[in-house]
């Protein structure tokens, strides 16, 4: 997830634009075309040209397609089921690249991987490679919000009441020392390669503490799961959407409130995250190219429980990432219908 500090075009704030669809925007000019040619036109005609909005035309043959998997449980579920789907329904060869965030938008525009299934932001990513360079394109909505906070396990809410309001963390700084700390609290990260403007929050924030990094996920949550059975102190990063919370009630500790170009600088940074509108990016050839899995992609998307559901049996149900899949699949046959190209 996550990489850049700043906020996504796909936010769900109020007044903040979104980058329109490649489909939109063909429509869009089709229509400014049609209507310069009617006022053309109309000069010699009763009536002004009008031109057909654009039709997707889906190969009956799929092929191969590459996806990227980046490393967390949540983009591990979107890419299980659409994985499924694009094999078991549509007959494609599925190819899974492992990487981190940014690696896998660098092949995506070389080309090499056909999609990113759950993209949290990257707003510079989106300027050079879907507007500058024109290689990219959005592929919709996953229909997840994507919310970064700082966490607390639930026993020290039980017992800390005041300890969900940042201003009081200087307070308790002392319980959150370790030896990885250097005498400060500290924060636990996950993947340095996530977005986090955790550093410069508590500089800018002038709080005790010292960001450390676990390393993965997967730590995180054991950390989390520890900390509440041994009721050890920990102040962790952490996000929704995520299976671990039908498990713990993490306390969310309270930031100064996200306004719009709060996060814009590092140096000035002293607010809460953005809430994300997760999303789908694809190579534009792709895009274009009529695949029934560019279709499939593109139609995707489920709710937070969808996923939670899937993820927490691929990690906590050991099954299968396909097994999990044909679960899910199994239960919920008029929500992935609609994502499949009709039939001819």
């Avoid at 980058?19 to 925007?25: A, D, G, K, N």
């Avoid at 549509?90 to 981190?100: A, I, R, S, Y």
């Avoid at 959005?138 to 919310?147: A, D, F, M, P, S």
């Avoid at 005041?162 to 636990?188: E, H, V």
Wanted: aromatic share 10%.
């Amino acid at each position: 997830m996550r990489t850049f500090r700043t906020h996504p075009s796909g936010t769900t704030l109020p007044g903040a634009p979104r980058r329109p669809s490649l489909h939109v925007r063909i429509l869009g000019g089709l229509v400014l075309l049609a209507t310069l040619t009617g006022l053309v036109s109309g000069c010699g005609s009763s009536a002004p040209a009008i031109i057909p909005p654009p039709t997707r035309q889906v190969n009956p043959a799929c092929g191969t397609v590459t996806l990227a998997v980046n490393p967390w449980a949540g983009y591990e579920a979107n890419v299980a089921v659409i994985s499924y789907l694009a094999r078991h329904k549509l007959g494609c060869k599925v190819v899974l690249k492992e990487d981190k965030e940014e690696t896998s938008w660098k092949q995506l525009a070389e080309g090499s991987v056909d999609a990113i299934v759950e993209n949290w932001g990257h707003d510079e990513l989106k300027k050079r490679y879907i507007d500058r360079e024109q290689l990219l394109v959005e592929g919709g909505l996953t229909g997840n919000k994507g919310i970064i906070g700082w966490y607390v396990p639930p026993w020290m809410v039980e017992k800390y009441p005041d300890i969900t309001n940042w201003r009081n963390l200087n307070k308790y700084a002392y319980l959150f020392r370790t030896q990885s700390s250097g005498g400060k609290g500290q924060l636990l990260d996950g993947d340095p390669t996530y977005v986090t403007n955790d550093k410069d929050l508590v500089r800018n924030l002038k709080l005790d503490f010292t960001v450390v990094y676990s390393g993965s996920e997967d730590n995180l949550i054991k950390a989390f799961r520890k900390a509440e059975r041994e009721k050890t102190p920990l102040l962790g990063y952490f996000y929704a959407p995520q299976w671990l919370f039908s498990e713990l009630a993490l306390g969310h500790v309270s930031l100064p409130p996200y306004t719009p170009g709060c996060d814009a600088s590092s140096t000035t940074v002293v607010c809460d995250y953005q809430p994300y509108d997760l999303d789908k990016i694809m190579n534009k050839d792709f895009a274009l190219s009529g695949s029934p899995a560019a279709y499939l992609i593109e139609n995707f998307s489920w709710t937070d429980a969808d996923q939670n559901q899937v993820a927490y049996d691929i990690a906590h149900r050991r099954r299968t990432p396909d097994q999990a899949a044909e679960r899910w699949v199994k239960n919920h046959q008029e929500t992935w219908k609609e994502w499949l190209p009709p039939k001819k």
